[in-house]
């Protein structure tokens, strides 16, 4: 079989934290008998320069037609004076509404030799694995209508936050099929004391739930939660929340991994391509320096395995690689090392080469 990926490297870092992750993923796809298609495509700031759109067309049709997605990053000064569909920004909500990806799959796993680098102390933050699993495609970031008009003191902006009972099943069962292969807990995370679209939100979450009787579930309003996660981040298991408070969490909880460098994410739909990508941002400031921790667009590379190809054992391989070089002390600046991002693309190829050969990968 051949595996089609669309690479979009997109702007600042990302194409430092592509290329090296797609190294790793050729070496894997190599080991395992595994033919591999890669196609680069615009997006984001350098598609604005070259087609003069966030997300030309052609890169939404290759995107489409392809097994997964693999994304860098998108935006940086030179573009934040846009406004409108004219935004880097707008490039990612378009791709996750055109591939319809509504569930956004965020792991955050704190490893021990890292637990000292957040600025929480070790003992709270050792023993974090969790994933929060974030609704993509629905909320404020999508909702109609939104609008800004008028001027002076009367200037108006809105924006709506709108769910239907579908989306919101859709996403649940994502969350409670995770958690019945993990520790059978679920956190379901809303504002219900407040905003109707929470109510609804925890009304059909609660439904949900009487399929997955195996499953332990509870509500939290998104503030407290948030406190939660910073004060007892190790007994969360698996959190289901809306688009905007997701968004939110999830970085909030690369405080607990010790860089945002670190969390990958998989953004799933009903039976098309996925996007997988490393929460970051540009870092427009580092770019081009080769300093970037490409370890979240590594790890990223292993949802890919998993999830577009149904190999658990080719992914495992690869997360069990970068432990070791974590361990070992193959680390970025961000993480208080001075590899570069090539030294650690290098290490981890050499360490999951290893573990392959061991294995015996193909089948």
Sequence with gaps: M????VSLPGDGVGPEVVETALSVLSDVCSAAGIGLSVEERPIGGRAIDTAGEPLPADTLAACRGADAVLLGAVGGP?????????????????????????ANLRPVR???????????RSEVVRGTDM????????????GEPRE????????????????????????????????????RRLTSVDKA????????????????????????????????FAMR???????????????????????????????????????????????????????PDI????VANPYGAILSVAMLLRHALGRDDLAAAVEAAVDECISAGVLTGDLGGSAGTAAVGEAVRRATGRRLAAAGAAR
Excluded at 131 to 142: D, M, P, Q, S, W
């Design 78 to 102: 030179r573009w934040d004076h846009l406004r409108g569909e004219q935004r880097c920004e707008a490039g990612l909500l378009g791709l996750r509404r055109g591939l319809g990806v509504f």
């Design 193 to 224: 004391n407040v905003l109707i679209t929470s109510q609804l939100w925890r009304d059909v979450v609660t439904r949900v739930a009487a399929e997955f009787p195996e499953v332990s579930v509870e509500h939290q309003l998104v503030d407290s």
């Design 110 to 120: 704190v490893h021990p030799a890292l637990a000292g680098r957040s600025s929480l």
């Design 2 to 5: 051949t595996l089609r990926v």
């Design 287 to 290: 770019a081009g320096r080769g």
């Design 148 to 183: 800004r008009s008028g001027s002076g003191p009367e200037e108006m902006a809105r924006d709506s936050t709108v769910y239907t009972a579908r989306e919101v099943e859709r996403v649940a069962r994502v969350a409670f099929r995770l958690a019945a292969s993990r520790r």
């Design 131 to 142: 994933i929060v699993v974030r609704e993509l495609t629905g909320g404020a970031y999508f």
């Design 229 to 283: 996660l910073v004060q007892r981040p190790a007994d969360v298991d698996v959190v289901v929340t809306e688009n905007l408070f997701g968004d939110i969490l999830s970085d909030e909880a690369g405080v607990l991994a010790g860089s945002l460098g670190m969390l990958p994410s998989a953004s799933l739909g009903d039976g098309g391509p996925g996007v997988y990508e490393p929460i970051h941002g540009s870092a």
